[in-house]
């Protein structure tokens, strides 16, 4: 590499011949410096417009701290909202479970039914809630509460529907249960088995009881639920109803004076079925009572106080 170099004063001109080391060290002065320079002139740029930079992005951040400073206000007042929402349902809800204690509790009574089988009795476990601010109770907390109270409410709805199945069932075997007289206020005038014909004087068997109460057109009333299997008049016996109560089980009422039920209605126990009167072979006003079991007659006294079932 030639380098020549000029004398101003005298003019003269002097060639130098650059080798080696000496050349590289020339070469990267002369033809790094630019870009050095352009670095340096970027940097100072940078360095004078970085107040305007911060203070733009500073505004900025201001603005969205405000906005959600806004945000969370508005955050906070509706979960307080939420949480005197909860709170409301939370106390329907006690009361709501306070109450289906108290029926479970009374017809456990009533039933007769061991209270230690459903449990109305275990006092529900609550909080005082009181100012939900004050108590630092969370939207979470008492959403966790609501969900153990409607768990608690299942579980007592469970147990009531049972219990109501448990009664229905007791009734409905009370009424299937045959007992009791068809005749209120009636008394027994003739016996089941041998006695003398009352047309006849001869000794004869008798399938039943006769009832009379000494008023004509009382009330026969069955002495057990069942399905009416005969409603209508029946040789000697006369006007008569008979009802299947199933178990093997059917009664007959007979010699009445007016019927109120047809074939295949269902009655209850001690509904009216008909009305005394002296029908088919009858001296008088009564009301004559069969029972059937297993389709053998038996012998209707001992139904008639009959409690063991």
Request: glycine share 12%; hydrophobic share 35%.
């Amino acid at each position: 590499m030639k380098v020549i170099l000029i004398d101003q004063h005298h003019g003269r001109t002097k060639t130098v011949i650059l080798r080696g080391w000496l050349k590289g060290i020339l070469s990267f002065f002369f033809l790094g410096a630019p870009f050095a320079l352009g670095y340096f002139g970027f940097q100072l740029s940078i360095s004078q417009n970085g107040d305007y930079v911060s203070s733009e992005s500073a505004q900025k951040w201001d603005r969205e701290l405000k906005d959600q400073e806004l945000s969370l206000k508005e955050i906070k007042a509706e979960s307080q909202q939420h949480i005197e929402a909860l709170t409301i349902r939370l106390a329907s809800l006690q009361a709501r479970l306070t109450r289906l204690d108290a029926v479970g509790l009374r017809v456990t009574r009533i039933a007769g039914l061991d209270e230690g089988e459903f449990d109305f009795e275990t006092p529900i476990g609550v909080g005082g809630l009181g100012d939900s601010q004050q108590a630092g109770y969370s939207l979470f907390e008492l959403g966790m509460e609501i969900e153990r109270l409607e768990r608690t409410l299942e579980d007592r709805e469970t147990q009531l529907e049972i219990l109501g199945e448990i009664v229905l069932d007791r009734e409905m075997e009370s009424d299937l249960f045959v007992a009791g007289k068809p005749l209120k206020d009636g008394w027994i005038v003739s016996n089941f088995g041998q006695r003398p014909d009352p047309f006849t004087g001869k000794l004869a068997f008798h399938s039943g009881i006769d009832l009379t109460n000494g008023r004509p057109g009382s009330d026969i009333n069955t002495v057990a639920a069942g399905v009416v299997v005969w409603s209508g008049p029946k040789s000697k016996y006369g006007l008569t109803v008979e009802v299947d109560h199933g178990r093997g089980f059917t009664t007959r009422y007979s010699h009445a004076a007016k019927l109120f039920v047809d074939v295949g209605e269902v009655v209850k126990k001690g509904q009216r079925i008909a009305s005394v009167g002296s029908t088919g072979r009858s001296t008088g006003p009564h009301v004559h009572f069969e029972i059937y079991k297993n389709g053998r007659v038996v012998d209707p006294a001992s139904y008639i106080n009959r409690t063991d079932r």
